[in-house]
């Protein structure tokens, strides 16, 4: 079965500084990974994802993403943060050897960014 | 615009009621979802679609039953037997295929007065 883990409920961060919001995952076959942005009451917008091909990918509002294969991770990072980035953000994974287009949703990361 | 329309946006509902939610895109997407959202809990996913006229369960989907007779709808019933409905409901599209993302309406907050 596939599965997601943020291991960070919340990640405090100063305005300007490097941010990082980890994420990690198991899958039977290979990942599709994705990173989403929830802002309150409203619904999820996607910022990125990691199919194949480069381990870094670049997405929207100047986030990024590391593929690590052997860490089985897919952290996020932005280099320096803005207060308008404060969020909940949210990992998903779509596994290729499950047969369905199903996407799993890890707990979530409540990042504030502190001016 | 393309997109994805949830409504309704706010909805009360009495204990022993069902109710139904709908979700509608224009986005000529074949997969559909309906996904759970609790705080703490990130998102469940209650039934998806991958074409018309067929549907599966997901994780947590008792006391909850869908229909697809059409691409562009994926209506979710909240029935009685759903022993802990107040949530905030999403659904969302995805082009058929593994690589695509999901799409997301803006979602319904059910309350269960």
């Known amino acids: 079965a596939q599965s997601v883990a943020q291991p960070e409920d919340q990640v405090n961060v100063a305005e300007g500084n490097p941010l990082t919001v980890k994420c990690t995952y198991s899958?039977?076959?290979?990942?599709?990974l994705f990173w989403y942005v929830q802002y309150p009451n409203r619904g999820l917008q996607f910022l990125l994802k990691?199919?194949?091909?480069?381990?870094l990918v670049k997405g929207s509002y100047g986030f990024e993403a590391e593929f690590n294969k052997s860490q089985t991770s897919f952290h996020l990072k932005k280099p320096s943060a803005l207060v308008s980035d404060s969020a909940l953000y949210f990992c998903?994974?779509?596994?290729?050897?499950?047969?369905?287009?199903?996407?799993?949703f890890g707990k979530g990361t409540k990042l504030s960014v502190i001016p | 615009d393309g997109g994805i329309t949830q409504s309704p946006k706010y909805l009360f509902r009495k204990e022993g009621q069902n109710v139904t939610l709908s979700c509608e895109q224009n986005l000529n997407h074949d997969a559909m979802y309906w996904y759970r959202q609790d705080p703490g809990q990130g998102l469940r996913l209650i039934y998806y679609?991958?074409?018309?006229?067929?549907?599966q369960k997901g994780d947590i989907a008792e006391g909850y039953s869908v229909s697809r007779e059409k691409k562009e709808s994926f209506p979710l019933t909240v029935t009685s037997a759903q022993k802990n409905p107040t949530a905030f409901y999403l659904c969302?599209?995805?082009?058929?295929?593994?690589?695509?993302?999901?799409?997301f309406g803006e979602g319904s907050r059910l309350t269960v007065l």
């Open positions: 679609s991958q074409i018309v006229n067929d549907f």
């Open positions: 998903a994974v779509r596994d290729t050897g499950a047969g369905s287009y199903q996407l799993t």
């Open positions: 990691y199919i194949t091909g480069d381990n």
């Open positions: 899958v039977s076959g290979n990942p599709y």
């Open positions: 969302a599209s995805s082009t058929s295929g593994h690589t695509g993302e999901l799409f």
